[in-house]
């Protein structure tokens, strides 16, 4: 199926690795030029040559810290200054720490804050006019399963992810009749660092090494095993174009069937 993408601008935030970097690989495939960020400038660099020498599309990289307001900014006036226009925001960022309600300062839950709430705002309140003056625009939040079922230990994510889709419906209904579009995704478990940090500490807990987790939390879904970062991109490539027009402020699982809700 032609998705009709070429030539198309997709920036990806927190797309050095993981999940991130999978949605950039599938887009440049899909004939998008891409611009990617991430903190580290080596492993941003590394993600720029493997997905570059993967499709051969064109790669803006910049180093950004998402959770911060001036970073995200100079980031989209670089992009903006490489390619005139953004038509697909991806927004992304890495989880913020586990723990339950007691476990957090006022200082950690306005840092998960900044992370997980205040880039998507950031980003969409920077991209969202441009869009709409071009008429045509597709905003993509990758959140998690959490805002549709809370998840043990992870009191941060689950409030501020369950925020972010309150945001995201709002502006999808806001943007609508100028060409935007706006969906939220929410991954299961995928093989990521994000799952490799969280997978080690509950087998830590459970006194099993990492494979024995991996094997026994695999056999616990109902496709026996963990998505790969590339088939979120496929997701992402299909809501990004103009095929998927008539979808708007979705949320929907990528998940393996792992989510056991009704709606």
Known sequence: MDLRLKGKIAVILASSAGIGKGVATVLAEEGCKIAICGRRMEKLQTAKKEIHGKTGKEVFAKTVDVSRAESLNDFFSAVYSEYGQIDILVNNAGGPPAGDSTSFTDRDYYAAFELSLMSVIRSCRIVLPKMKGQKFGRIITIASTSVKCVMEDMILSNTFRNAVVGFNKSLAIEAAIDGVRVHTLMPGPFMTDRVNELGGAAAKRE?????????????????????????????????????????????????????????
């Open 207 to 263: 006194r099993l090494s990492f494979n024995e987790w991996k094997k026994k939390a695999e056999s616990n879904t109902p496709l026996r095993r963990f998505g790969s970062p590339e088939e979120i991109g496929q997701a992402v490539a299909f809501l990004s174009s103009e095929l998927a027009d008539y979808m708007n402020g979705t949320c929907i699982p990528v998940d393996g069937g792992i989510l056991a809700n009704v709606i």
